[in-house]
C-alpha cells in the first residue's frame, strides 16, 4: 500500500493537469468566437442607416407658426359686438414675425421627413458611416445641396402643397373679415350702429397691439410633441402632395431640405442645435412679416370706426400672413405686402344699376355687312374685389 498511493497521487495531478490545459483551449476558442460575433455585429451596425435625429427646438418652433396660423383661419367674418371685433384682433396681432418666420421653415423641414421617397433617397446617397460624416459636411457647407439628393422633389411637392393648403384656407378667411368691414357699414346691416361708432380708447388699443408684437409666443406642449412624433416616424401629419416640384425653390424650403437630409443622416439631434438654428432662417418671410408689423400699426393709428379695425385685422393680420407664407413657400425674387395708405377702406359703393338689354340689331340687307361685335356689359367690381385687383407686389 505504501508503494501505490504516491503512483495514485501521480495520476490524479496528471488528470488536474489535462483538465486546466483543455479549459484554457476552450475558454480561448470561446473568447475568439465571441471577438468575431462582435466585430459582425459592428460591420452590420455600419451597414444600417441611423435613426433620424431632429432636435425637440425644431418642433417647438414649428408649433409656434402651424399653431399660429390655425388659430388665425379660425378668425371669420360676421362679428357681433365691438368687444368681439378688439379680441379677434389681439388674437391676429399676439406675434413675433421672427418667430413665425422660423417656425415656418422648421414645420417645413418635418414636412420633408414625411416623403418616403425623400428619407430612402438621403439614405441611398451615403450608405456609409464615412459618407453620411462627409454629406454632412457638405450640406452644412452649402445647404441647397439637399436639394440635388434623391427624393427632394417628392419632398418638396409634400412641402408646397401642404404649405398652399393652409395659404388658400388664410386668404379665404380674410376673404370673410374684409368683406364684413363693407358690410357693416350697410344701414341694412344691425351692427351698423356700433360698426361706425368710433372705437374708443385708440391709443391704447394701438399700445396693446404693440405690446402683443413684442412678445415671444410659447410653444404648444401637445403640438410640439405631435410635431416630434412625427418628425421621427414619417407619419402622423397627413401629408399628402399631388405632384412633385422641380427646383429651384425658394430659400425657405432649401433650408427645410437641408434640415430634412441632416435629420435622415443623424446630424439634426440635441448636438447640432447651432446647424438648425442657422437653417431656419429666412430673409424674405422675415422682412415680409415685420413690413406686416408696421403696415398694421400704421393701419390702426389712422383708424376710428370699429370697421375700419376690421379691415386692418383681414388685411395686415390674415391676408398679409398669407401673403408673406405663400413667398416664402414659393420662388420669388421680392415679396411685399400691402402699404396701408393704399388701401384705406372707404365708404360702400352706391348700389349698381341692373345693366338693360340691348335694343335688338335690325334686319341687314343682302349682301350681309360685316358686324361690329358690341362688347358685354361688365359688372362693377365690389369695393374688396377693387382693393384686392391691384398689383401684386
Given at each position: 500500500m505504501r508503494l501505490v498511493l504516491p503512483r495514485l497521487g501521480a495520476a490524479f495531478a496528471a488528470v488536474a493537469v489535462a483538465g486546466l490545459l483543455g479549459s484554457c483551449a476552450s475558454g480561448r476558442a470561446e473568447a475568439e468566437a465571441e471577438a468575431a460575433r462582435l466585430a459582425e455585429a459592428a460591420a452590420l451596425a455600419a451597414r444600417q442607416p441611423p435613426p433620424v435625429a431632429l432636435n425637440d427646438s425644431v418642433a417647438q418652433a414649428a408649433s409656434v407658426y402651424l399653431t399660429f396660423t390655425r388659430d388665425i383661419t379660425a378668425i371669420q367674418g360676421g362679428f357681433a359686438s365691438p368687444e368681439a371685433v378688439q379680441a379677434a384682433l389681439r388674437r391676429g396681432a399676439a406675434y413675433d414675425p421672427d418667430q413665425i418666420s422660423r417656425g415656418l421653415v422648421a414645420y417645413a423641414s418635418i414636412l420633408a421627413l414625411q416623403s418616403p421617397e425623400f428619407v430612402a433617397g438621403v439614405r441611398s446617397a451615403a450608405p456609409t458611416p464615412a459618407e453620411r460624416q462627409e454629406l454632412v459636411g457638405r450640406i452644412v457647407a452649402d445647404p441647397t445641396l439637399a436639394s440635388t439628393l434623391p427624393g427632394a422633389e417628392a419632398a418638396a411637392g409634400l412641402i408646397i402643397g401642404m404649405m398652399e393648403t393652409d395659404i388658400i384656407a388664410l386668404a379665404n378667411a380674410a376673404?370673410?373679415?374684409?368683406?364684413?368691414?363693407?358690410?357693416?357699414?350697410?344701414?341694412?346691416?344691425?351692427?351698423?350702429?356700433?360698426?361706425?361708432?368710433?372705437?374708443?380708447?385708440?391709443?391704447?388699443?394701438?399700445?396693446?397691439?404693440?405690446?402683443?408684437?413684442?412678445?415671444?409666443?410659447?410653444?404648444?406642449?401637445?403640438?410640439?410633441?405631435?410635431?416630434?412624433?412625427?418628425?421621427?416616424?414619417?407619419?402622423?401629419?397627413?401629408?399628402?402632395?399631388?405632384?412633385?416640384?422641380?427646383?429651384?425653390?425658394?430659400?425657405?424650403?432649401?433650408?427645410?431640405?437641408?434640415?430634412?437630409?441632416?435629420?435622415?443622416?443623424?446630424?439634426?439631434?440635441?448636438?447640432?442645435?447651432?446647424?438648425?438654428?442657422?437653417?431656419?432662417?429666412?430673409?424674405?418671410?422675415?422682412?415680409?412679416?415685420?413690413?406686416?408689423?408696421?403696415?398694421?400699426?400704421?393701419?390702426?393709428?389712422?383708424?376710428?370706426?370699429?370697421?375700419?379695425?376690421?379691415?386692418?385685422?383681414?388685411?395686415?393680420?390674415?391676408?398679409?400672413?398669407?401673403?408673406?407664407?405663400?413667398?416664402?413657400?414659393?420662388?420669388?425674387?421680392?415679396?411685399?405686402?400691402?402699404?396701408?395708405?393704399?388701401?384705406?377702406?372707404?365708404?360702400?359703393a352706391a348700389p349698381r344699376a341692373t345693366p338693360q338689354p340691348l335694343p335688338p340689331a335690325p334686319a341687314a340687307a343682302l349682301p350681309t355687312p360685316i358686324q361690329t361685335p358690341v362688347p358685354a356689359p361688365t359688372s362693377t367690381p365690389t369695393p374688396t374685389q377693387r382693393l384686392n385687383a391691384g398689383p401684386s407686389r
Open positions: 376673404d370673410t373679415v374684409e368683406t364684413d368691414a363693407y358690410t357693416i357699414q350697410y344701414a341694412g346691416d344691425p351692427r351698423s350702429g356700433w360698426g361706425r361708432a368710433p372705437s374708443p380708447d385708440r391709443e391704447g388699443r394701438l399700445q396693446t397691439v404693440k405690446d402683443l408684437s413684442a412678445r415671444a409666443v410659447l410653444p404648444s406642449a401637445e403640438e410640439s410633441a405631435r410635431l416630434y412624433a412625427a418628425a421621427h416616424s414619417g407619419a402622423g401629419l397627413n401629408a399628402t402632395a399631388t405632384r412633385t416640384r422641380r427646383p429651384p425653390y425658394a430659400p425657405s424650403v432649401s433650408n427645410a431640405l437641408a434640415m430634412g437630409a441632416l435629420a435622415v443622416l443623424g446630424a439634426a439631434g440635441d448636438n447640432a442645435r447651432a446647424n438648425t438654428d442657422a437653417l431656419q432662417y429666412d430673409r424674405t418671410s422675415q422682412d415680409c412679416l415685420a413690413s406686416s408689423k408696421l403696415n398694421l400699426f400704421q393701419c390702426l393709428a389712422a383708424s376710428r370706426p370699429a370697421y375700419e379695425d376690421m379691415f386692418c385685422l383681414g388685411r395686415h393680420v390674415m391676408r398679409d400672413l398669407a401673403t408673406c407664407a405663400r413667398g416664402a413657400a414659393l420662388p420669388s425674387a421680392i415679396v411685399t405686402v400691402d402699404d396701408p395708405t393704399a388701401s384705406r377702406i372707404t365708404a360702400p
